[in-house]
C-alpha cells in the first residue's frame, strides 16, 4: 500500500498493534499496554476471585 500524503509513519503501525494487544488480551487475560481498559481492568493485578 502506498503511502497516504499527511499521514505520520506512527500511524501505520497502529493497525499492527492493536491486533497484537487484542490478542495477547485474550491469550494472558492481561495487556498492560492496552489502550483503553475496561472498567474490571487492571494492568497489574488479576480482578479478584468470585467468591
Known amino acids: 500500500p502506498s503511502a497516504i500524503p499527511g499521514r505520520a509513519p ?3 503501525f497502529v493497525p499492527a498493534i492493536i491486533p497484537i494487544s487484542v490478542r ?3 491469550e ?3 495487556a ?3 489502550p ?3 472498567p474490571t481492568f ?3 493485578h488479576p480482578p479478584p476471585p468470585d467468591i
Open 10 to 12: 506512527e500511524e501505520l
Open 24 to 26: 495477547e488480551l485474550l
Open 42 to 44: 487492571n494492568p497489574i
Open 36 to 38: 483503553f481498559p475496561s
Open 32 to 34: 498492560p499496554f492496552f
Open 28 to 30: 494472558l487475560g492481561r
